[in-house]
């Protein structure tokens, strides 16, 4: 595949015969054992028989501005994740719109030879939020890019968020934010919300607390957990347990998904049923 997108002349090269021919992709982040884009984004090329392949690196805040300018300089697309979508933006000259409005990247790829910052984060929440019927207000459980993109998505279905974090300061911040960009936030009161959502890493690790308390969520009719694990993470199958409608990172990931490989190969069709079979067969396996 050329940087453009276009279909490999050898059908079924996938992930298994790489050369120096071979497209590389990647997604980097710390940590990043965890992450399933790898396994959902090479199911897609070998079905469709590209030559190219996604990998995942490790990369530390301090590693990530040489890691960019390599990218930029030999090529490569690819995916942010946490903790590096609000630092990742700040190191790329050109965005799209909306991933200048909301001020945190999740994808990249490569135009006119320079590295441009997208966010296909607000599609796939926005997405995810339609089919789980969530309701608003929605209170958020963190303040990072992942967070960014959410408040972007209540901004799209005209609904209000309340902002919960263990630093009050940068609850605030946050709210400042979310207010200029045009997002009707507010730090969170204590009152009924419809839908309770976690931004934050928590839950990636065994043992980890809950994002928010079981006891903040009466009245809540719904829950979504940005994180994914095998057999989801503990607080999405207590929310389930509760009666809330409840769903993990997974649908989000693959919405994303979806609308970043559309970027890294132009005009190809993503085979989106095969990505989410990938995802599945990894978390309920």
Aim: glycine residues 10%; aromatic residues 4%; hydrophobic residues 45%.
């Amino acid at each position: 595949v050329d940087r453009a997108g276009a279909r490999s002349a050898h059908p079924g090269v996938g992930v298994n015969r790489i050369s120096g021919r071979t497209r590389l992709l990647a997604i980097v982040g710390d940590p990043i054992d965890h992450s399933l884009s790898p396994v959902m984004y090479n199911a897609a090329i070998t079905a469709l028989g590209l030559d190219a392949v996604y990998v995942a690196i490790r990369v530390t805040p301090v590693a990530l501005p040489h890691v960019m300018r390599g990218f930029e300089a030999t090529g490569i697309a690819g995916n942010v994740t946490v903790p590096h979508k609000i630092a990742a933006s700040g190191l790329i000259v050109r965005s799209t719109p909306l991933a200048t409005k909301v001020g945190a990247i999740n994808t990249f790829r490569m135009q006119e030879e320079r590295l441009v910052g997208d966010n296909t984060d607000v599609a796939g929440v926005t997405e995810t939020a339609t089919r789980l019927d969530a309701e608003g207000p929605w209170l958020l459980a963190g303040t990072g890019g992942v967070a960014r993109a959410v408040a972007m998505a209540a901004l799209e279905l005209s609904v209000a968020v309340r902002i919960q974090s263990r630093d009050s300061g940068r609850a605030r911040d946050f709210v400042s934010w979310a207010q200029g960009v045009g997002v009707e936030a507010s730090v969170d009161d204590g009152s009924a919300i419809g839908t309770a959502i976690n931004t934050t890493p928590m839950g990636l690790r065994e043992g980890d607390a809950f994002p928010l308390a079981l006891e903040r969520l009466s009245g809540t009719r719904a829950a979504l957990d940005l994180v994914y694990v095998r057999g989801e993470t503990p607080w999405c199958r207590a929310c389930r347990a509760l009666g809330l409608r409840s769903a993990d990172g997974r649908t989000v990931l693959v919405c994303q998904g979806v609308e970043a490989f559309r970027r890294f190969f132009d005009g190809v069709d993503p085979p989106r049923e095969i990505m989410a079979a990938a995802v599945n067969r990894e978390l309920d396996g």
